[in-house]
T-cell receptor, first 110, second 112 residues
Framework: AQRVTQPEKLLSVFKGAPVELKCNYS??????LFWYVQYSRQRLQLLLR??SRESIKGFTADLNKGETSFHLKKPFAQEEDSAMYYC????????????FGRGTSLIVHP | GAGVSQSPSNKVTEKGKDVELRCDPI?????LYWYRQSLGQGLEFLIY????????KSGLPSDRFSAERTGGSVSTLTIQRTQQEDSAVYLC??????????FGNGTRLTVT
């Protein structure tokens, strides 16, 4: 079975501080990992996916298969980054049903 | 273009009543998903439709929940004899094959 764990329900930082939202997964095959974001009063939307290896809004995430992690990082947080962040796993070659973590609420204080 | 559309945006119902939630996916998207979003529980998978294949209902929490997708497009999630624990935001998402999901704004269901 596949599982996604986001250990922090809430992460609170000050503007300009580095931020890391943790995501660990369990899956025996080759996964695809995603980060989705939900800003206040907006729909859930894709932030980035590991196969793209791109930086979106200053955020990056590297898939570490040895540690089964896909942590989301940004060196300098901005107030507009305040949102709910969900890590998701897609079992490549298996079920096309993404498994989501419970989410981490990021609050960036001015 | 138009995104995934869900209606109603809010629904308040009395315990024991039936409710229907509607989802209009993005045109041409063959996959359609329903998830339930509860505070502290994250996104809970409910049901998945792919083209004309039989749906994957493995996430439905009880037989009070059912969903259908007519003509490979619009989907309706029905909850019979609603209970207070059914209160949540119900999210619909669609995608082309094997691609990231596009979510609707959700329906906030409150059972009083």
């Amino acid at each position: 079975a596949q599982r996604v764990t986001q250990p922090e329900k809430l992460l609170s930082v000050f503007k300009g501080a580095p931020v890391e939202l943790k995501c660990n997964y369990s899956y025996s095959g080759s996964p695809e990992l995603f980060w989705y974001v939900q800003y206040s009063r907006q729909r859930l939307q894709l932030l980035l996916r590991h196969i793209s290896r791109e930086s979106i809004k200053g955020f990056t995430a590297d898939l570490n298969k040895g540690e089964t992690s896909f942590h989301l990082k940004k060196p300098f947080a901005q107030e507009e980054d305040s949102a709910m962040y969900y890590c998701a796993l897609w079992a490549s070659g298996g079920s096309y049903i993404p498994t989501f973590g419970r989410g981490t609420s990021l609050i960036v204080h001015p | 273009g138009a995104g995934v559309s869900q209606s109603p945006s809010n629904k308040v119902t009395e315990k024991g009543k039936d409710v229907e939630l509607r989802c209009d996916p993005i045109s041409g998207h063959t996959a359609l998903y329903w998830y339930r979003q509860s505070l502290g529980q994250g996104l809970e998978f409910l049901i998945y439709f792919q083209g004309n294949s039989a749906p994957d209902k493995s996430g439905l929490p009880s037989d009070r929940f059912s969903a259908e997708r007519t003509g490979g497009s619009v989907s309706t999630l029905t909850i019979q004899r609603t209970q207070q624990e059914d209160s949540a935001v119900y999210l619909c998402a669609s995608s082309p094959n094997n691609s990231p999901l596009h979510f609707g704004n959700g329906t906030r269901l409150t059972v009083t």
